[in-house]
């Protein structure tokens, strides 16, 4: 302001002297007399005007005020200029800082994160509007002073609010420069990752920001994922891993209450010849339903474990004596008898149970699971459908029927397989009308092994396919070889196996078999027992029909063992019975014996059914049989089962001297 008035009053003093300047001039101009101009001067201007001589200085100064205004105001202009141009570039940082907040601003607005800034007074200094959605509180909340309020609505979220506030001790007192990245659970499920770090300025830390990121999905993956590792996809049981580790923790926790772990081993019996016959698809919803039925059986502590294929293992905790297995276990068996009724069909399965107890048989996991494995074993070749406690000499046993198993897959590679043949007889003409083909297994080392002890290996293993389609084939070649050498009409009979009866293409096998071998159809018969085509009765009717189309006979074997229904004797395509060798045992024993005998020959009379008496070993029975017209029979009363040379022998002597009967 001082600046701006100088220069008015200097500006005023120059135009004072310029008009008094310009006027002397005008009117020397005037008067033509420049020489003259101090008179003329004097005389227009007397005092109290300064004379000329002092004027001219008066001039002189003046000019250079004028040119020192005239520089002065080109400074001014530039300084104008300049201030101009610094606010200029002023007004344009401000607006790049404008457009720079509101770029972060979007920035923190955008990110999927929520973002929450705190001072050092631990006061809320900002946040963007995805952390006030992902935590639910409101933005009026979320303003300084109503700090206490905003934890509030954090805390009640959480699962474990103590552990929060915990951790925000230790970043603000003991670990102020740490950065920390945790989760946090919510009541509701949900995870949020957190993620914090100090704000620092100046070398001094003014407050923390706080990222959280919503990674729910990802821990539900995570959980899916570890599921998926730790437990079977079929039945949604632990698996191995899970198992081993919970057997592992029971040891740690018996060992110090002094109490006893039990490891049950099942493996359920004949279950290769459901999947065979009807389907994986059926066999996996038995394995649902086994699952299911062993979990009803147990308590909270224990666990049902899927081994793999059709073997379960559970783990019993907290026993106080072996004998509390015993309830467990015979309840599982009983649940597992009872029917399954899956799509049209009615199945039910049998289990065999080995069991190995916490410290007696087995110090770790490994022992026990081998143990448990062991005893099942014994038990299936038991007779299945029961349950065995470990002994040590059951791991010899154990280890036989391994070699057995091992074995067997080259014993018809190795022709160690053969046949041999029990005689059918005609009881009322004493001769020899047919012949029951029988496996035996002769090993090289082992000397004859009986069928009890491999076949049921060869039936959980599903050997018993190819076996049977061997013992098949190898049946009829003899048979028809018999015919064309003795000139006999003979009949062979061929046990055919659940697993054999049941698989798809056993009548495609069965119409390759006699047309390779030329055998007319009419003099094979096909043995089955009760309880295979009681299974699904529906279904399996319409298979017999289909082989009776063939022309093959068909022989109900130990009957009277399992049904033994009128009515399903009226149902099937059935040829002939054979009254099982328990039956007519009893015939020299007990009158009940003989009745039931009369019965089924009754039975069979009305139906028009041929009989075989099997298992005839004494002439008492035999007379019996003869006075109740029982058409044929077999057992060693005849003969015992023959290898092949030495029946055509028995043939060819029968043909000259039949039995005297």
């Known amino acids: 302001m001082k600046k701006r008035a100088l220069n008015s009053l200097l500006w005023i003093f120059v135009a004072v002297v310029l008009i008094d300047l310009g006027y002397v001039l005008y009117f ?7 020489q003259n101009l101090s008179q003329i001067t004097t005389q227009l201007f007397p005092d109290p005007f300064l004379p000329f001589y002092i004027r001219v200085p008066i001039f002189i100064v003046t000019v250079i005020m004028l040119l020192f ?8 202009k530039n300084e104008i200029r300049l201030r101009q141009q610094i606010e200029n570039e002023n007004r344009e940082q401000g607006k790049n800082l404008e457009k720079s907040l509101a770029l972060s601003k979007a920035t923190l607005e955008a990110t999927a994160d929520g973002i929450l800034v705190v001072d050092e007074n631990r006061r809320i200094a900002g946040h963007n509007q995805k952390f006030a959605q992902m935590w639910g509180i409101p933005s009026s909340v979320l303003v300084p002073g109503n700090d206490k309020e905003a934890v509030n609505f954090v805390l009640n979220q959480l699962k474990d609010p103590d552990g929060f506030v915990n951790s925000l001790e230790r970043l603000y007192n003991s670990e102020p420069w740490a950065e920390y990245l945790d989760e946090l659970e919510f009541k509701d499920g949900k995870f949020f990752e957190r993620y914090t770090k100090p704000q620092v300025q100046g070398g001094e830390i003014i407050g923390r920001v706080f990222s959280f990121r919503d990674v729910t999905k990802r821990k539900e993956m995570e959980k899916q994922l570890i599921f998926q590792a730790t437990h079977d996809s079929l039945t949604m049981l632990p ?9 592992n923790q029971a040891i740690k926790e018996e060992t110090r209450s002094k109490t006893l772990a039990a490891v049950l081993f099942f493996d359920l019996d004949r279950f290769k010849l459901i999947n065979d016959s009807l389907g994986h698809n059926l066999g996996d919803a038995i394995l649902q339903g086994v699952s299911n039925r062993l979990n009803e059986c147990i308590r909270e502590s224990d666990t049902v474990a899927r081994w793999g294929g059709d073997e379960f293992v559970i783990l019993l905790r907290h026993l106080k004596q072996e004998e509390d297995v015993i309830l467990i276990v015979e309840k599982c068996l009983e649940m597992l008898e009872k029917e399954f009724s899956i799509s049209r069909y ?7 149970v080995g069991v190995a107890f916490f410290p007696k048989d087995g110090k770790n996991a490994e022992n026990l699971l081998k143990n448990a494995d062991s005893a099942m074993y014994y038990a299936k070749s038991e007779g299945r459908n ?12 154990t280890k036989y029927l391994l070699e057995l198993s091992n074995e067997l897959h080259f014993s018809l590679q190795k022709n160690q397989l053969e046949l041999y043949y029990q005689p059918i007889i005609d009881l009322k003409k004493g001769n020899v009308v047919g012949a029951e083909a029988l496996l035996r297994w002769n090993h090289p080392k082992k000397g004859m092994i009986s069928p009890q002890e491999f076949i049921p290996i060869a039936e959980d293993t599903g050997l018993i396919l190819p076996i049977g389609e061997w013992v098949l084939r190898c049946a009829c070649i003899e048979a028809k070889k018999w015919q064309n050498d003795i ?24 119409k390759s078999i006699l047309e390779e071998t030329k055998l007319d159809p009419k003099y094979l018969d096909l ?8 299974e699904n009765a529906q279904v399996y009717l319409d298979l017999m029909n289909s082989m009776k189309n063939i022309g093959v ?20 395509p059935v040829d002939k019975i054979k009254i099982d060798k328990s039956f007519i045992q009893d015939i020299s024993r007990e009158d009940e014996g003989e009745a039931i005998v009369r019965a089924i020959l009754a039975m069979a009379k009305e139906l028009r059914l041929k009989v075989i008496a099997e298992g005839i070993e004494q002439h008492i029975q035999l007379d019996f049989l003869k006075t109740q017209v029982c058409e044929f029979g077999q057992g060693y009363f005849f003969s015992r089962p023959l290898a092949k040379n030495e029946f055509e022998e028995l043939l060819i002597q029968n043909i000259k001297h039949p039995y005297l009967l």
Request: aromatic share 10%; net charge positive; charged share 20%.
């Open 28 to 34: 020397a101009v005037i008067h033509n007399d420049l």
């Open 69 to 76: 205004l005239y520089r002065n105001r080109q400074n001014l």
């Open 239 to 247: 698996n191995r891993v899970i198992l081993l580790d919970r057997i």
């Open 346 to 352: 009615k199945l039910s399965v049998t289990s065999s």
């Open 386 to 397: 029961t349950y065995k406690f470990y002994t040590p000499r059951m791991n010899a046993r």
């Open 487 to 510: 000139m006999l009409d003979f009949c062979i009979s061929v046990n055919l196996s659940s697993q054999q009866f049941k698989q798809r293409e056993i009548l495609h096998i069965l």
């Open 527 to 534: 043995e089955l027992t009760e309880s295979i085509i009681m």
């Open 553 to 572: 006979g068909l022989v109900i074997d130990d009957f009277g063992t399992g049904y033994s229904s009128l009515s399903y004797l009226k149902m099937f």
